[in-house]
């Protein structure tokens, strides 16, 4: 089980894409107190992993002290961030605080596209640089990339770019349109959005390092109907395996999908996990429309952040899904299948 949390709303660039529209630094954020006694709750409610992200996560004075209690307490923290502001010795001293991992963004090859939409002339050549710093220092990192029609032809291209710069993995995030994001073009169609999961799968047959759609559960559906075998449980984690605290304490089920369960500064988070109807909701997984006749909605679920950003309904059919098949022998294989570790 792993939880998110947006350490703070400030950030030293501008993208397009945003869910956060991230910029300056919110009133009320979670104070170092308040970030500790999280870590505390979070580890006492069953999580392994917790990110820390942002907004920049590096602009906060006290990481490295949130990075330390995370792993005093037994949480494997990891770092998701855009690269730009992270040198050779915070490298260094985020190993030796104990940093598990990583996670670098990188949308193109093309310094001057992924500039474009970061809104940062050398925001590529920054992002690269991170990634250097974090092999030289020994600490693990990943590439994540946001997919969007102008850069899907090239993913294939970026994942051996990862993997000849030293990355572990390669995620890629699939575009939800929720904060600067609603505003943005360039989202994928349905039968491209198909096409490109399997083309995700295919090449994960040929590189070492983890490869992992984010926000697309039907690469889970896709795998089946491929015959491969995945490292995977679930698709959508949303409120079963995955939650998010944001800058000012609120619970969300995904980053993507802004309905609150709490708030950690009137409710503790433990609490807020094992009883907040919301969650509990998500769990039964009685998904309405194609997603609820679907053969495949105990392993893939449908992202409920599309749904919830199309219809209000969080647990309405995913509109980018184009596989409308009922009950089947999928769904008896996966009968009484409960959440996900």
Known sequence: MLVSWNTTNQCNLACDHCYRDAGPRLAEELSTEEGLALVEEVARAGFRVLILSGGEPLLRPDLLTLVAAARRR???????TNGTLLTFELARK??????AAVGISLDSRHAAEHDRLRRRPGAWEAAVAAM???REAGLPFQVHTTVMDWNAAELEALTDFAVARGARGHHFFFLVPTGRAARLGGRLRAAAYEDLLGRILRKQQKVAIELKPTCAPQFMRLARQMALTLPYGRGCLAGLAYCLVNPRGEVQPCAYLD??????RATPFSRIWAQSPLFLDLRRQEYRGSCGRCAYRRVCGGCRARAYSASGDYLGEDPWC????????????LAGHGCPG
């Open 74 to 80: 037994g949480l494997r923290p990891v770092l998701g």
């Open 132 to 134: 250097d710093y974090c």
């Open 94 to 99: 985020f190993k030796k605080a104990g940093l």
């Open 322 to 333: 184009l596989y409308r098949g009922g009950e089947g022998k999928e769904e008896a294989h």
């Open 259 to 264: 309905v609150s369960a709490g708030n950690v």
